[in-house]
């Protein structure tokens, strides 16, 4: 029991150390508010983009893949957003903090500390990669939507009322301008996303090379880390530091002060990420493998669900809501209490399946 939560401690500590880091750094004003901006900027732009790429380039190195586990995933990942966009409009009028907890519900941390947690559970590091490069496009794809939708709404509305206080217009033409705005803007923010970049082009990159060992009987002729190794060295250095950077960042922002205002957001988000989404996401895997004959998951697929559904709300996306223009004091505290109370979630999930036979560390 003891080895159990000590992985869950060594996968999740490491985040919340930096964090720390951050924050003292920042009381002692050693980082100031500019160095965060710009550090927010160059992470969001730069790091994350190219730890995206790297992570779906090498991850996708054959298309060897059992696509059950990954239709089973974008259901179940596209199933939690349904249920959260429900629970973000319940929970609070704060459109600005809407988004957010909807982020917080369906995003975990699977880009970081995924496959890292696979490994120690025991579990494919194989599936776990092919998982990932599915999984970071659906939810980077879904954050855009879920931090775009209610900001555009909110900023329309003012651009309504301002209409209909300085001329006469009818209800209907604004309403109906706003609709067709709010998608367009929606699906612009979507190209345009930094993050969506780097897994596009990821992809486009590794469908070159499929392509490649189509037509030349399974060869590579051209590889991007061989043949351009200088320029994948520096991607990837880039993306080494992309994490810790960001988490160093995102603790310079983080304010204890902050929680008193945003409890209830605090806890309805946290309890979706960290309690919610894995009962919904592992616990209906075991009923359709145990009961059914649609799925049958193996221990080697348990702890990649583990990994993706029970793993606390990813870095990545506190660097978005403030670059998206949401509440990013909510969204890091939601970094910070998802990743601190994950150790207990991620162990009792651990336990409970050990229990069952259904994973074996």
Known sequence: MFEIFLTSVNAVMPIVLL????????????????????????????????????????????????????????????????????????????????GVILQCTFRSNFAIIGLTLVERLGGDTAIAGIVSAFSIPIFNILAVVALSVFVGDEDKKLKENSLQANADVSPATPIEHKNKHSIKNILLNIVKNPLIIGVVTGLVFVGFRELERACCGGETPFRFDTQLKFLYTAVSDLKSIASPFALVVLGGQFRFS?????????????????????????GLAVILSTYTDWITFDAAVYPTLIALFGSPVAVSSAIMARQMKNDEQLATQLVVWTSVCSVITIFVTV???????????
């Open 258 to 282: 902050a929680v008193k205002g945003m409890t209830k957001e605090i806890i309805v988000a946290s309890v979706w990420r960290i309690i919610l989404a894995p009962v919904i996401g592992i």
């Open 19 to 98: 964090i720390l880091l951050g924050y003292i750094l920042r009381r002692i004003n050693f980082l100031n508010e500019n160095f965060i901006s710009i550090g927010n900027k160059f992470v969001f732009n730069v790091c994350l983009p190219c730890m995206l790429f790297v992570n779906i380039y090498d991850s996708m190195d054959s298309f060897n893949i059992d696509w059950t586990v990954i239709i089973y995933a974008v259901i179940v990942i596209c199933a939690i957003f349904a249920l959260g966009l429900v629970t973000a409009i319940l929970t609070t009028k704060d459109n600005r903090r809407r």
């Open 351 to 361: 336990f409970v399946l050990m229990c069952a036979g259904l994973i074996a560390v």
